[in-house]
């Protein structure tokens, strides 16, 4: 299994700004992706992180507004930028384990954003 | 489109015995997961069913029917520990993961 965190865990910020959240992972992956949780409702994948290359983002997603870096293979950013009321969320970063031959997802904690 | 549809909320009394539901509809398939995530924690997996039929892991037991797009999840001997979200996921033909929203089980002493 693949232990990951997250930066910050929650964060409270004003319409407009940007916030960074950052995920580590222990061990090196291939892909990392980034999720995001509305209460009461399912996750919805924003993009792919893939290391050295442009993260691959999902219909809806756009990178300008979500920009994604990837510098190595443990490590990845997910920037909510120009941030409204809307983009409150929980954001999560989750890794596929390897050691099984399904390649279920670990995630880590999470990172809850209130936007005011 | 793509499609999982899960109960929003059960309730269940310690103790006993609960099914939950998944149904899907996704361009192909290649397996189905069923994750449990607790209030304000991320999701953690729970089993994983590719082929028809029954997995049993302990206190919980996951069953596919591909031909009825059709899983549950089922609980035996719950806990107050138990009272979680119930995550239903599918992997379809591009290898990508379709999420249910998710089933609140409410467990009662």
């Known amino acids: 299994s693949a232990v990951i965190s997250q930066k910050p865990s929650r964060d409270i910020c004003q319409r407009g700004t940007s916030l960074t959240i950052q995920c580590q992972v222990d061990s090196q992956v291939t892909m990392m992706f980034w999720y995001r949780q509305q209460p009461g409702q399912s ?13 691959t983002y999902e219909s809806g997603f756009v990178i300008d507004k979500f920009p994604i870096s990837r510098p190595n293979l443990t490590f990845s950013t997910l920037t909510v930028s120009n941030m409204s009321p809307e983009d409150s969320s929980i954001y999560l970063c989750s890794v596929e384990g390897t050691e099984s031959s399904y390649n279920e997802q670990f995630f880590g904690p999470g990172t809850r954003l209130t936007v005011l | 489109g793509q499609n ?34 607790h209030a304000g924690e991320a999701p953690t997996f729970l089993s994983y069913n590719v082929l028809d039929g029954l997995e049993e892991k302990g206190r919980f037991s996951s069953f596919l029917s591909r031909s009825k797009g059709y899983s549950y999840l089922l609980l035996k001997e719950l806990q107050m520990k138990d009272s979680a979200s119930y995550l239903c996921a599918v992997r379809d033909s591009n290898y990508q993961l379709i999420w249910g929203a998710g089933t609140k089980l409410i467990i009662k002493p």
């Open chain 1, 43 to 55: 996750l919805t994948l924003i993009a792919t992180a893939n290391q050295g290359s442009e993260a």
């Open chain 2, 4 to 37: 999982i549809d899960q109960p929003t909320e059960m309730t269940a009394t310690e103790g006993a015995i609960v099914q939950i539901n998944c149904t899907y509809q996704t361009s192909g398939f290649n397996g189905l997961f069923w994750y449990q995530q």
